[in-house]
């Protein structure tokens, strides 16, 4: 069976809350400045989700790929998620814009801030990724 759900655990394994996230889970990273993590879904809607912690509260919903999302990946600063897919296509997300900037009052990440980056960045970074070696 796939798991399609995201549950929010204490230290002692006691369930905080489990939500029902629609499409297979493929990743899931913390954000490492609010209480808020992003996840990655595979079949049938291949998206990328923000949800409030521990509410599970989805913050946003973002579609970006055209195949199941395989991988994803925090950037060194923790604003910007690289997502790898299916579709063969990397796509970056400026999801957890950091707290010098603007958010709003209930601390939680300011929605309007999650975008793609500019094209010339994932280009430099496609032709380097050709340049490697799978084996």
Known sequence: MIDKSISGIQRRKKKLNTIDAGSQV?????????????????????????????????????????????????????????????????????????????KNGDGSNNVNAVKSTDDHLEDELVSVVKNLSIR
């Open 26 to 102: 493929t990743s899931i990273i913390w954000s490492r400045e609010y209480k808020e993590l992003f996840s990655s879904h595979g079949f049938p809607r291949n998206h990328l989700s923000v949800w409030g912690y521990p509410s599970l509260n989805k913050v946003a919903d973002m579609k970006g790929h055209d195949a199941r999302v395989l991988h994803s990946a925090l950037s060194p600063d923790g604003q910007t998620v690289v997502t790898g897919a299916a579709d063969e296509n990397l796509k970056f997300w400026k999801v957890f814009e950091s707290k010098k900037g603007k």
